[in-house]
């Protein structure tokens, strides 16, 4: 996108925008149906009056009231006119009305508009002085209170960058986009192998799979960016320490081989040294075979040795697109340029980064 029209940037900020409208209203439709059911179970217990027994009584705790031969009792009851419903249906129509205006002519959105509005008709009309910051304790609502707010922010602006700006504009992570378009590159060179996504019956060793793809008997276990099972974090102080243990961008198994991957969006010399003892570090926690550490390039001037180190494997891979560090216990650590905008055609650079992450997963005897 460095390289791209001022008028690609902004179609490619749109649909950028789109998809994750399209993923919010998704999220929106799962609190409405969530209040929905609240609405329908939930019982608040508090005190009635009267003649005659209603609901579930509390014997301990019924006492007689005179005059009027009535009970009170404390029981559970119906709280269908709470004032979070009304908030709740205001807060979704707000989302609705800006998502309208983002998504004109998208049939996907479409349906997903729809189909929230059948469901807030479900809801009570009326007007409440309650307000999202007064709801923390009602879970459904302060989730819907987030992804209003975020919708109305995304169709005021969207950036791309590694911090947000003054306002309430919508930021993009440089880094994250990164790091998801080395996932999906990874995807698309097993796709263009043959491999189909499909259940893996072995597939929950390390926990649940983000993605399993086959071809014939193997089965390709993807995860990203989440701790795994086989971690060898296991306590801190006598505690369990699952909390704890490392996120690689990527972790590629087929049974015999394993092999983590980091993404670095940077080309500054100090972050990429760390990046590369990072890889090396989720290479031992997680007993990998090989590690990759993907990054753009290599700029600035380096200030210590091991910052040289990486600036010189780097003119290497300036020719190469690869190099590779053997390690003496027999495992090898890759170093892989990717660049979105390394050549003037995006599908060319696109390439270039899947033919070199398939060299790499050749050398590690994954069969493509």
Known sequence: MRRAGEEAVAASFRD??????????GLLK???????????VYREF?????ADIEGAIDVARSIAVKPGCLVASLTYLPSRQAPEYLLMRRVAREALNAARRMAAGDEEAARLLEGIAKLLRHLP??????????????????????INRFVKALEKSVKVGRVAGIG????????????IYTYFLIYDVFKSAGFEEAACRDAAGGGEPDLTLKKGGKCIIIYFNKPLNYSLVERYNGYDASLHRGRPDVLVEDGDVR???????????SYIA?????????????????GILIFPAIEGVPTDEEERSIAELYKYMEKEGIAMLHLRDGRNLHLIRIDPAETEDPYESDRLAR??????????????
């Open 30 to 40: 799962i609190e409405v149906e969530r209040a929905l059911r609240d609405r329908l």
């Open 46 to 50: 508090g005190v009635v009056y009267g």
């Open 274 to 290: 760390l990046g590369r003892f990072k890889t090396m570090a989720y290479m031992y926690e997680y007993s990998a075979d090989a």
């Open 259 to 269: 092999i983590v991957v980091e993404a670095k969006f940077s080309t500054s010399p």
């Open 16 to 25: 950028l925008a789109l998809e994750a409208l399209k993923y919010a209203l």
């Open 355 to 368: 033919e070199r992450l398939r060299r790499v997963l050749k050398i590690q005897h994954i069969d493509l």
């Open 168 to 179: 309430e504009e919508v930021v993009f992570r440089d880094w994250r986009l990164y790091e």
């Open 125 to 146: 009309a009326g007007t409440t002085s309650l307000e999202c910051g007064d709801v923390e304790y009602v879970q459904w609502l302060r989730r819907a209170c987030l």
